[in-house]
């Protein structure tokens, strides 16, 4: 193109040679984007942990509850990730049918490490409520921490069932029909199963981080593993009820012995 020529298109459309110009222009200088898209910089007087305006989407602290329940935040703790874990599936599920997004293949990490801290937290409640019926020395781990302090999943899963048969022992489970005992016994075999599918490590580290503190890399054993969101989804959903509905029974069995304990002459 002759040099006349340059000049009558940059008269005659000047928007588009500005444009272009400002393509060929570094976006980033010192990592900091210059383009007046970006998010707006917050301001320093913002505070995660305060309120700032009149509708905002906040989430409560529950450590410095003065309820009558001293486990209520742990409780809390469970439910949240327990949430945050089932909504996630459910926006994974949403952007599948509209597109394949990026983000599909990375989110199998976070979804998968806040369910497995949701069961680390549940049965870490159940042992606190009702740790008192059985001797928890035995799962002590290998530094002598209280299996309360501990992130192994099978470990605080064997002190929750050794608590499930002392109480199905005193309630007079063996009493029960062969159908219903074989119930018991088939839901805690899988509820067993799958927290030690999910249960990758020790530490509960396997979906936060790529490798331990040694460098060795997690989730390397099975050749071409993936992270299957659908069928977690299905677990999600059964598992956490069948927590629920065993930290519930425990619970009104404790109140209905406490309560008849209560009622009991004392000689």
Not at 181 to 203: C, G, H, P, V, W
């Amino acid at each position: 193109m002759k040099r006349t020529e340059i000049l009558e298109l940059c008269a005659s459309n000047p928007e588009a040679i500005v444009s272009y110009i400002e393509s060929m222009e570094p976006r980033y200088i010192l990592g900091f984007d210059l383009f007046p898209d970006s998010p707006k910089r917050p301001d320093r007087s913002l505070n995660f942990y305060k309120r700032t305006q009149r509708f905002e989407i906040v989430g409560r602290t529950y450590n410095d509850y003065k309820g009558s329940d001293p486990l209520w935040p742990l409780n809390a703790y469970a439910h949240g990730y327990l949430s945050a874990a089932q909504k996630l599936v459910k926006t994974l599920k949403r952007e599948i049918i509209v597109t394949d997004k990026e983000d599909i293949h990375t989110l199998g990490y976070p979804i998968f490490f806040l369910f497995e801290h949701y069961l680390e937290l549940k049965m870490k409640e159940i042992i606190h409520k009702n740790g008192y019926l059985i001797s928890l020395d035995k799962y002590k781990d290998k530094k002598g921490h209280a299996v309360t302090s501990s992130h192994n999943l099978t470990n605080l899963w064997a002190a929750c069932e050794e608590i499930l048969n002392k109480i199905e022992q005193e309630a007079g489970v063996s009493d029960l029909s062969e159908d219903t005992q074989m119930e018991f016994k088939t839901n805690r075999e899988t509820i067993s199963y799958f927290i030690k599918l999910i249960a990758q490590d020790e530490m509960e580290q396997a979906f936060r981080y790529p490798e331990n503190n040694k460098n060795k890399p997690f989730l390397v054993d099975t050749p071409h593993m993936i992270l299957n969101v659908s069928v977690l989804s299905d677990v999600m959903d059964w598992l956490s009820y069948m927590l629920d509905r065993i930290s519930t029974g425990l619970d009104e069995y404790r109140n209905a012995v406490g309560g008849y304990m209560a009622e009991v002459p004392r000689g």
